[in-house]
């Protein structure tokens, strides 16, 4: 009697910890099916799989990259608009060189804004104009990208851009210009290319962004 209780005991005291051991191995040994399963058989598999992840990270950092140059290009957009409506409600007041203060703050984010030029044009001060024009930038010297293979992109004195590989097409359109990047449009089809400190991209419509290869500013 005393045997039969005590191994009733027993049972009940190990049925717990049995069931918890069994718990913990099942997933421990997916874990190392699925790892066994994701082992390279060749140098070429993980170098494939290695690209696979740098590219998916590439094209995460090209999207982030374009949600935060949005951003700053909404938020210097916005600014612009509430210097201008300042600086035209100082001409109605006839303080011309508030007004003259305000608009040249627009030419220091915009320098090709048209109303802002037009006022400088109009006071016969075009030399503030001409002075943020001439104002060395990094984007005034983005004028030719060279990848890590040889490729380059070269501003022409156009104003268009020139592919040094005739069967991607020759000529391109520059359709952004930031502090950060540069974007151009491929007249062949309409295609996008996103040049940036160090690398570039390629898009059919934004909708997602390729990574090419590496590459520089060079001039």
């Not at 993980?46 to 949600?67: F, G, I, M, N, P």
């Not at 991209?201 to 590496?214: G, I, L």
Request: proline fraction near 4%; charge should be negative.
């Amino acid at each position: 009697m005393r045997t039969a209780a005590l191994r009733s005991m027993l049972v009940a005291f190990c049925l717990p910890i049995v069931a918890f051991c069994q718990d913990a191995q099942e997933p421990l040994d997916a874990d190392v099916a699925q790892g066994v399963q994701k082992a390279p058989v060749s140098v070429g598999e993980a170098l494939s799989v290695r690209q696979q992840v740098v590219d998916e990270a590439e094209a995460k950092l090209a999207a982030a990259q374009a949600q935060y140059d949005a951003a700053v290009a909404g938020a210097n957009e916005q600014m612009i608009e509430g210097l201008k409506l300042l600086a035209k409600a100082a001409v109605a007041a006839g303080d011309l060189p508030e007004a003259a203060k305000l608009w040249e703050e627009v030419l220091k984010v915009d320098v090709r804004d048209a109303d802002a030029v037009s006022f400088f044009e109009t006071i016969k001060r075009g030399d503030v104009v001409r002075k943020w024009q001439m104002k060395p930038s990094s984007v005034a010297k983005r004028i030719e990208f060279r990848t890590a293979s040889g490729r380059v992109y070269k501003r022409e004195p156009d104003g268009t851009w020139s592919d040094s590989r005739p069967q991607y097409g020759r000529l391109h359109r520059e359709v952004e210009c930031h502090e950060y990047l540069t974007i151009l449009e491929r007249d062949s089809d309409k295609s996008l290319v996103l040049l940036l400190p160090d690398r570039f991209f390629w898009s059919r419509d934004r909708s997602a962004w390729r990574f090419d290869e590496m590459g520089q500013w060079v001039k």
